[in-house]
């Protein structure tokens, strides 16, 4: 019985150097392996967080996730599983850059913080960042966040490739 419980996943991420294209490449498949045969989401969101920070070490990574406030509408995004600095708990919809990419559906690339008005300041140390909307049924129900210390640090190259591995994701 034991045995079903046991990892069955190499417990190391194969982390590469080179350009931003082939450390995306490299980890894809990675990342499929992490997620494969776990339907747990809380499990999922974690694991990809942290296969995305060990191989990137960027600032923040993490999930904001959407939920109600009350028995009303979806209002607010709240934190999920994330690595790096404490952060904020609670976004609404349409603050923010996290919330502003929620009610656009869209994702957002902020290549300098302070020039993004109503930017939530989580950290004093990020200088940039990219959200990344997570959609089912056209509907978002979460956003991937990532910060990073550097001035325009995310390009296209980022927004392609985070896109595709929130696709992974299966969220029931
Ligand atoms: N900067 C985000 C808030 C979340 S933290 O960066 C972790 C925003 O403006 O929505």
Redesign the pocket.
Known sequence: MIEEYLCSMSEELNIIAGTKTEQYESLIPQIKGLLEGEPDIVANLANVVAALKEQFDWL?T?F?IVRSSSASAKDE?V?GP?Q??V??TR?RKG???????WEKAQTII?PD?EK?P??????GL?KS?I?VPVIRNNEVIAVL?V?SEELNHFDETDKVYLEKIVELIAFN
Request: hydrophobic fraction near 40%.
């Open positions: 923040w993490g904001y995004l934190l994330f790096g600095p952060a904020c976004i603050k923010g850059v996290c919330g502003t990419s902020v913080v993004f109503g930017h939530i300041a989580c950290s990020s960042e959200v966040d910060d």
